[in-house]
């Protein structure tokens, strides 16, 4: 009977750590989440950043040409 016992709680000490690993695993990610959550991805570039607003499109044939060359 008492190596049940011992059997029981060991399963119960297991239980208990990782239930409290998962709450705090849960936590950490959720902080982390309204960390970046306040960043704001739309913001203005600075220094020497440039931001693309239109992309020309190449013509079929230019097009054509760096799908064969590169393969993509």
């Not at 016992?5 to 990782?18: G, P, T, V």
């Not at 309204?34 to 013509?59: I, M, S, T």
């Amino acid at each position: 009977m008492s190596s049940v016992m011992k059997i029981f709680f060991e399963m119960m000490k297991f239980f208990i750590i990782f239930v409290l690993c998962t709450i705090l695993f849960y936590y950490v990610i959720k902080a982390l989440h309204q960390e970046y959550e306040k960043l704001d991805r739309y913001e203005y570039p600075q220094g020497n950043a440039v931001k693309v607003f239109q992309q020309e499109d190449p013509d079929v044939w230019e097009r054509l040409s760096i799908f064969f060359r590169l393969g993509e």
